[in-house]
Structure formats: C-alpha cells, structure tokens
C-alpha cells in the first residue's frame, strides 16, 4: 500500500484514540520563538488536524497540507468552526504554497513518510528565511514506565512484520533531525491515555502497520491485544504513556 492511502481505512479510529499533543507546546513557541497569532503556519501531513488545532486555537492562520483524501475531508469537517483553516491537498514535496510565505512549517507524526531531500527543498522554498522556524513533533510510546508499555512493544515486533519498517523511530532520532535541519532545540512533554478495552483496540488499529479488518491476521492480533489486556489492565483499564518531542530548528543550506 503506497504511503498516501495507509490511513484511508483507519480515519474513525485515528479521530477516536489517537492522543493529542501538550497545549505547553504553543507556551513555549510563543515565548521562545516569536509565534504570534498574525504568524502564519503550515501543517504538513495535517491528517485530522489534531495540531492544527492548537495553533488555530491561538488565532494562526493555518494550512494544512494533505494527500490523504480520508484523512483531509475527515480534518476539513472538524475545523470547519475555524476561519482561519485553509485545507490543502499537497504533499511535504509539493505543498502548493507561495514562496517565502510561511513563518512556522509544524509536522506532527508524518515525518518519517517523507521523502527528506524533496521536503528540505520543499521546506527551503515555502518557509520565511529570515524568521521561520520548522518544528518536528512526535508522542513517543513509553516503554518503561509500565510493563503494558514493554509488552505491548514486544508484541507488535513479534507479531506486526510491518512495524519496524515503518516506525518513525527509524528517522526520529537525534542525528537524522540534524541531518534534515541542522541544530536544533529538542523540548519534551509527559502525555498519557488511559484505555478500556476497546479504546485500547481503536487505538491499536488506528496504527497504520497493524492488521485492519480484513487482514488474514487481524483476528490473531486482537486475540494476543486481549490478553495483554487482560494480564495488565486495572480497574479494567491499562495506561498509555508517551514522551512528547518537539524539535525546533532552522533549514540549513
């Protein structure tokens, strides 16, 4: 499946139990780098629009930029209380925005699917070279704060061939954001979410790797989920715990 349509199928569960994203993110860029409500942002790989939201919430004129169709008519239906919203069918290579035009490129957990040296160029075009910033946004899965984390880690490496090839953990690394952007400062956030068992199954499923409905092996993959549930849940519910990443830098040449 090409990476455009990895979440056609999965919007509804994406919407329903995808976390959000810490609103200190949007303190911080307002103290520390100059965003103000007349800055204008471009979120690239908008999806649903969850940080778009923020930033619309702080009066920014936002466009967000995706290919997903699902996704983006899913993203123009929830911010359509906000004028400010420009949606965009664009990708990271080809956002379809004015040069120079942009004062902060966001990118929430989309930018492992992009093509890095098309998008530096991309990004080198749209963005304000005198006071644009790009920053880099992930919730990272917790591995060691509950053994649900560590086991539910081990499951989808053992049962999910798909998970490591598509990880974002394979371009969210120190050395890879400074390949793309040079130096940059790195801020992180607690973030938590707190699961029965079928937000624990949305949540799950609304993963692109994992096997959706249809899959030969989708009932396997509920059936191990449920287990998991059932040895670690209490009060019949299980924690999901991230590290919030935000990375905040300037395009280099």
Avoid at 141 to 153: I, L, V
Avoid at 154 to 159: F, G, H, I, R, V
Avoid at 174 to 185: A, E, K, L
Wanted: aromatic share 12%.
């Amino acid at each position: 499946m090409g990476n455009i349509q990895r979440f056609s199928t999965r919007v509804t569960n994406y919407v329903r139990y995808r976390p959000g994203y810490p609103p200190q993110l949007i303190t911080d860029l307002i103290q520390d780098y100059h965003l103000q409500p007349q800055s204008i942002v471009a979120d690239v790989g908008a999806g649903t629009g969850l940080l778009a939201k923020l930033f619309l919430e702080n009066n920014n004129v936002v466009y967000g930029v995706e290919p997903n169709r699902e996704m983006r008519e899913m993203g123009d239906q929830l911010l359509a209380g906000y004028p400010h919203f420009v949606s965009i069918n664009g990708t990271a290579e080809s956002t379809h925005l004015p040069p120079k035009s942009i004062d902060f490129i966001i990118v929430g957990q989309a930018f492992h699917w992009f093509d890095l040296t098309q998008t530096k160029e991309e990004f080198q075009r749209i963005l304000n070279p005198k006071s644009g910033w790009v920053v880099l946004i992930w919730n990272s899965r917790k591995q060691d704060t509950n053994s649900f984390g560590g086991d539910y880690e081990n499951m989808l490496q053992a049962l999910v061939p798909e998970y490591t090839r598509v990880s974002h953990k394979k371009v969210s690394d120190d050395q890879s954001i400074r390949d793309f952007m040079g130096d940059y400062d790195l801020r992180s956030y607690p973030n938590q979410q707190l699961f029965d068992f079928e937000g624990l199954m949305g949540r799950a499923l609304s993963s692109s790797y994992t096997p959706d409905v249809g899959h030969p092996q989708h009932q396997a993959f509920l059936t191990q989920l449920r287990m998991l549930f059932d040895r670690h849940a209490i009060n019949g519910q299980i924690t999901f715990d991230y590290e919030t990443r935000m990375y905040i830098g300037r395009l280099t040449p």
